[in-house]
């Protein structure tokens, strides 16, 4: 069983930064990827960014390609999602999850069985 808690959420002003963190708690999953979603205001919940928790692999969605960057740090079991040169669009929950997920669904909701709370971003202007 896994647990996820995020962390790190507030008001950012545009074109700022933000770090968010994922707590990793649980067993078994060593083989999964470990993934950002986000659901902004009156939109579908979308994918942002995941990394692969044994190999350290990267994804990331065209939105967020250069200006967002996911890690992990394996030795207390925490994901990271770094913000950098915020804008209006990425106001929303950012949601941690975990899953066995395979390359063809890797950036699909379905492929990941595990979340979070959530926790909002708001960017200011």
């Known amino acids: 069983q896994v647990q996820l808690k995020e962390s790190g959420g507030g008001l950012v002003q545009l074109g700022g930064s933000l770090r968010l963190s994922c707590a990793v708690s649980?067993?078994?999953?060593?083989?999964?990827?470990m993934g950002w979603f986000r659901q902004g205001p009156g939109k579908e919940r979308e994918f942002v960014a995941t990394?692969?928790?044994?190999?350290?692999?990267?994804y990331y969605a065209d939105s967020v390609k250069g200006r967002f960057a996911i890690s992990r740090d394996r030795t207390i079991s925490t994901i990271y999602l770094q913000m950098t040169d915020v804008n209006p669009d990425d106001t929303a929950v950012y949601y941690c999850?975990?899953?066995?997920?395979?390359?063809?669904?890797?950036?699909?909701?379905?492929?990941?069985?595990?979340w979070g709370q959530g926790t909002q971003v708001t960017v200011s202007s």
């Open positions: 649980g067993s078994g999953f060593g083989s999964y990827a």
């Open positions: 990394i692969r928790w044994s190999s350290g692999h990267t």
């Open positions: 999850a975990a899953g066995r997920a395979i390359l063809s669904t890797i950036t699909t909701m379905s492929a990941y069985t595990t």
